[in-house]
Nanobody
Framework: QVQLVESGGGLVQAGGSLRLSCAASGSIFSINTMGWYRQAPGNQRELVAT???????NYEDSVKGRFTISRDNAKNTVYLQMNSLKPEDTAIYYC????????????WGQGTQVTVSS
């Protein structure tokens, strides 16, 4: 079993930045692609960014050029650097993990709240 713990959320003004972290522990051999999802009230959960074991990245269109996903394998940690934040980025952000090429994410964190004020 894998434990994922997010941190770094908070309240920030529009145009500001935040960096989210996700620390993995436990049976981390069972996951190697990491992703960040978010869910705003009344909205479906959406995939924001992913990074594979080979550091290939992918982003949802609305965050391209503003968000950067990265990983530090020595620390078993994945980051989401969020710049030029907008009020519509307000959501709970979840870290998730799966095997490279797998269809579904199998491990999830508890989420961290990001609130962007206008």
């Amino acid at each position: 079993q894998v434990q994922l713990v997010e941190s770094g959320g908070g309240l920030v003004q529009a145009g500001g930045s935040l960096r989210l972290s996700c620390a993995a522990s436990g049976s981390i051999f069972s996951i190697n692609t990491m992703g960040w999802y978010r869910q705003a009230p009344g909205n479906q959960r959406e995939l924001v960014a992913t990074i594979t074991s080979g550091r290939s990245t992918n982003y949802e269109d609305s965050v391209k050029g503003r968000f950067t996903i990265s990983r530090d394998n020595a620390k078993n940690t994945v980051y989401l650097q969020m710049n030029s934040l907008k009020p519509e980025d307000t959501a709970i952000y979840y870290c998730a993990g799966r095997l490279d090429g797998a269809e579904r994410f199998i491990s999830w964190g508890q989420g961290t709240q990001v609130t962007v004020s206008s």
